[in-house]
């Protein structure tokens, strides 16, 4: 099994599970806008690789442009790197990771990190499929669009940064469909990993931004 080796590392994590297109990253970016918590969504920073072309966005890209998740010792030893830097009081946000068991354990590993609470981002499946492949996102600051729902104001233009306003490569149906079975596959594992250890809550994700991020600050109290 992966751990975090470094004994320095000690850190406050709050864990967001969920579909992709459930809200997570929408959600974290919300709650890190005031520097209360600092948002690390292993997604975010495989496509900066990706972007900059580094070896772990080559090895990256093969997999993300599938749908399928990237090899777990890859992404464990991206977010040991990343903890790292880390202050030791800094109160973190993970999107994205753990997305397996065995991600999951590593993080628990030698006590070094402290998991407070997985929250579950709870949606139907039939909700995702619309909300994916309208998903727009700003290629500078990230900020989430959608073209139905919450277009930017200039079409291709980000309202916050001026940036480029573009649909992600995996956010075509066919790569959304094969997320959502790898999602579906590791899921559960996930929930029952929480709940054994006294840490999952479940919230109700098919509501409005508004409407979540109201019951998030509570289980986050
Ligand atoms: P996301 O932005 O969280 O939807 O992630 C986009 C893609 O990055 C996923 O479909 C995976 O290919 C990859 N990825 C992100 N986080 C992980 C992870 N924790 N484990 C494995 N692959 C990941």
Redesign the pocket.
């Known amino acids: 099994m992966q751990s975090f080796v470094d004994e320095e590392v000690s850190v406050n994590i709050t864990v967001f599970l969920g579909a ?1 297109g459930s809200g ?2 929408t959600q974290a970016k919300i709650l890190s806008s005031d520097g209360k918590y600092i948002h690390l ?4 920073i ?2 900066n690789a990706i972007k900059t072309q580094t070896p772990l966005g080559k090895e ?1 890209k093969v ?2 442009d599938k ?6 010792a ?2 464990i030893s991206l ?1 040991e790197d990343t903890l790292k830097t880390l202050s030791p009081d800094a109160q973190i946000i993970l ?6 068991v065995p ?1 999951a354990e590593a993080l628990d590993a030698k006590g070094t990190t402290k998991v407070k609470s997985a929250i579950f981002f709870d949606i139907p499946n039939s909700a995702l499929i619309e909300r994916l492949t309208g998903r727009r996102v700003c290629r500078n600051c990230g900020q989430p669009y959608h073209v139905k729902h919450m277009p930017p104001k200039k079409a291709g233009v980000c309202d916050v940064c001026s940036g480029e306003v573009y649909q ?1 490569s ?1 956010d075509t149906e066919e790569v959304v469909v094969r ?1 959502l079975e ?1 999602f579906g596959s590791q899921n559960q594992g996930l929930l029952d990993y929480y709940s054994r250890l006294n840490k999952l809550w479940n919230l109700s994700a098919d509501r409005s931004p508004q409407e979540i991020q109201k019951s998030l600050i509570e289980v986050l109290k």
């Open positions: 992709p997570k990253g969504s292993t997604g975010d495989l496509r990256a997999f993300m749908g399928e998740l990237v090899p777990d890859t992404v977010i999107d994205g990771f753990p997305r397996t991600q992600r995996d997320r790898v």
